[in-house]
C-alpha cells in the first residue's frame, strides 16, 4: 500500500506502535526475571498490566477506525529490545544489570513517548479527538513509568556503584 495521505500515514504508524506494544508484553517477563530489585520487579510487573491495557484501547481504536492494526513489525522497538536483551545476556546479574536494564527500558519509554506524540497530533489533525484522547492516555502512562523509572533508578544505581567498588 502506497502512503499517500495522513490517514494513511496515521493507520500505518497505529500498526507500527500495536506492534511495539505487543513486542514489549513479550519482553518484559523476561526482563522481570533477570531483575534482581524488587522494587524493580514490581515496577516491570505494574507495566506489564498497563501493557496490555493499552493494547486493548489500541484495539478498540482499530475497531473505531475500522481497521485491524495486526500485521506490522516494528522495526524500531525490535531493535531497542534487542539492545535490552544484551544487557541481560553481558551483565552478571546483580545491581550493574538492573542498572543496565532501567537503562535500556526507559530507552523503550522514550521511544514510545515520541510514537504516541506523533499519532495524537495526526488523531487531532484528522478530527479523532475521541482516538487522540485514548492515546493520550497511554501517553501519561508512558510519561509516568518512565518517572517511576528514573525513580528506581536513583536507589539501584547507588547500588552499582557500591557493588562495583
Request: glycine share 6%; net charge negative; charged share 30%.
Amino acid at each position: 500500500m502506497s502512503v499517500d495521505t495522513l490517514q494513511k500515514l496515521f493507520i500505518e504508524e497505529l500498526k507500527d506502535i500495536y506492534s511495539a506494544e505487543h513486542q514489549i508484553t513479550r519482553a518484559l517477563p523476561k526482563i522481570i526475571k533477570a531483575t534482581s530489585s524488587e522494587e524493580l520487579k514490581a515496577a516491570f510487573e505494574s507495566h506489564l498490566e498497563e501493557t496490555k491495557n493499552q493494547i486493548e484501547r489500541l484495539d478498540k481504536i482499530g475497531e473505531t477506525l475500522g481497521r485491524s492494526l495486526k500485521g506490522k513489525t516494528c522495526e524500531g522497538m525490535k531493535g531497542v529490545l534487542s539492545e535490552g536483551t544484551e544487557v541481560i545476556e553481558e551483565v552478571e546479574e546483580g545491581e550493574v544489570r538492573d542498572a543496565g536494564i532501567i537503562s535500556a527500558a526507559q530507552r523503550v519509554e522514550h521511544y514510545e513517548m515520541a510514537a504516541y506524540g506523533a499519532v495524537i497530533e495526526f488523531a487531532n489533525l484528522l478530527g479523532h479527538s475521541d482516538i487522540a484522547g485514548l492515546l493520550s492516555e497511554t501517553l501519561q502512562e508512558e510519561k509516568a513509568a518512565d518517572a517511576k523509572l528514573t525513580k528506581v533508578s536513583k536507589t539501584v544505581n547507588s547500588e552499582a556503584v557500591t557493588a562495583s567498588a
